[in-house]
């Protein structure tokens, strides 16, 4: 028998008795103000139950649960995409699927971190989140950004991934603060290449310097080289 509506209630109360009061208070204040409703469920035990629900009857789950208003449903729905065992072509079908109800920045950039099928298929991966870096919608481009700074800052892509990064034009903060932390993995991974394309970049001035303050902050840029990135400011 399929996951069923009876069963996702189920799974809301679950959720309900997981919940943490002083979290909720915390991290309800990092996310946009948008339709939601948030718990206050704690990462680590949505992942553990995430890990769970992918080895049932996860297609039933996810497609009760793709348009959820509830944070934490929605959040686990891209969760069990991502940790499913399934074919690669299966998985990307459900990932689409899910990608349109993406609303806030921790939505997005935890289920693109637990996307770990994407390091054995990257190309088909690259091919599959380039249109999204077209789109008019927020998420959907922070999505394929995100996705670009988790698995394709390599010795393959790097340059491919600084011109897409050089060639994004959406004015949304959230789209402009994942350009500016993809930037600065590349710094710490690829640091020549990277300060050879700051030094010529067409980034607008905003993104820059968000590039260059989050190199500044980063614990793996030395002393040295934070000064001379103070210098490099606009």
């Not at 009876?6 to 997981?18: A, N, P, Q, S, Y």
């Not at 979290?23 to 990462?43: A, C, D, K, M, S």
């Not at 614990?219 to 990135?229: A, C, F, G, N, T």
Request: one cysteine or more; hydrophobic letters at 40%.
């Amino acid at each position: 028998m399929g996951f069923t509506r009876e069963d996702l209630k189920k799974v809301d109360i679950h959720l309900r008795e997981m919940a943490d009061e002083k979290y909720r208070e915390f991290h309800g204040r990092l996310i946009p103000r948008v339709e939601t409703i948030f718990y206050g469920v704690r990462v680590p035990a949505l992942r553990k139950f995430a890990r769970q629900l992918a080895k049932e009857d996860w297609r039933g789950f996810v497609e009760l649960t793709k348009d959820s208003s509830v944070y934490e449903l929605n959040m686990l729905c891209g969760m069990v995409c991502a940790l499913a065992k399934c074919d690669f072509e299966e998985k990307l079908e459900y990932v689409e699927k899910f990608i349109p109800s993406i609303n806030n920045w921790a939505v997005c950039d935890i289920v693109c971190g637990d996307l770990k099928d994407v390091k054995n298929n990257r190309e088909r991966m690259y091919q599959f989140i380039l249109p999204y870096l077209e789109s008019q919608q927020e998420y959907e481009v922070r999505f394929a950004v995100v996705i670009l700074m988790q698995y394709f800052v390599t010795d393959e892509y790097i340059n491919n991934v600084l011109k897409i990064y050089d060639g994004i034009r959406h004015k949304g903060y959230y789209v402009k603060m994942a350009v500016a932390w993809g930037i600065s993995i590349c710094y710490v991974k690829y640091r020549d290449i990277t300060l050879e394309y700051l030094a010529s970049c067409n980034l607008d001035d905003f993104t820059y310097n968000k590039s260059v303050q989050k190199m500044i902050e980063s614990l793996r840029v030395s002393r040295e080289d934070k000064e001379m990135l103070r210098s490099m400011k606009r």
